[in-house]
C-alpha cells in the first residue's frame, strides 16, 4: 500500500502485537517536527540576569537609588543578583556586606524572593533575587 501511494511505511510500536505501523510522507514527518521544535525553543522563556554592584559602606542614599533600580528590573521579569565588592582590608567588614545583602532582600520582598543567601566568593558578596511570579 505504501509502495502504490510512494510514501514510506514507519513502525509506530515494534512491542505491539501485531507491531503498530503508519503510512506517511517521512522526509515532511521530519521536517515538521524540526519546525515544531524550533517554534518551542522560540517561544522558551529566556532569563536575564541584571547586577546591581556597591560597596560595604555605601551610602543610604546610594542604597535607596540602587534598591529603586533593583524593583524596576523585578517587576519587568529579570532576575538581579546583588554583590558587594570588597577593596583592600576592607573585606573585613563582611558582616556588613552580609547585613547590607540581607536589608536589600528585605526591601525587596514585595516585588521578589532571594533564591540564595549571600555568598562571599572571594573578594566579592553576592546573592540572587528572582522576581514573584505574576497572577
Known amino acids: 500500500m505504501a509502495k502504490e501511494q ?3 511505511l514507519v513502525e509506530i510500536s515494534a512491542k505491539a502485537d501485531p507491531p503498530v505501523c503508519k503510512i506517511l510522507d517521512y522526509q515532511k514527518y521530519l521536517y515538521q517536527q524540526r519546525k515544531r521544535a524550533k517554534e518551542m525553543k522560540q517561544n522558551a522563556a529566556k532569563v536575564v540576569i541584571k547586577e546591581i ?9 546610594d542604597f535607596q537609588f540602587k534598591l529603586k533600580h533593583a524593583k524596576e528590573f523585578l517587576e519587568e521579569g529579570s532576575k538581579v543578583k ?3 565588592f570588597f577593596r583592600g582590608r576592607s573585606i573585613q567588614f563582611a558582616d556588613q556586606g552580609q547585613k547590607q545583602l540581607l ?7 514585595e516585588v521578589g524572593r532571594a533564591e540564595s543567601m549571600p ?3 572571594g ?6 533575587l528572582a522576581p514573584l511570579k505574576k497572577k
Open 53 to 61: 554592584r556597591f560597596g560595604p559602606n555605601t551610602d543610604e542614599h
Open 119 to 121: 555568598v562571599l566568593e
Open 123 to 128: 573578594k566579592r558578596m553576592h546573592m540572587m
Open 103 to 109: 536589608r536589600f532582600a528585605v526591601e525587596l520582598e
Open 82 to 84: 546583588a554583590s558587594i
Open 6 to 8: 510512494e510514501l514510506d
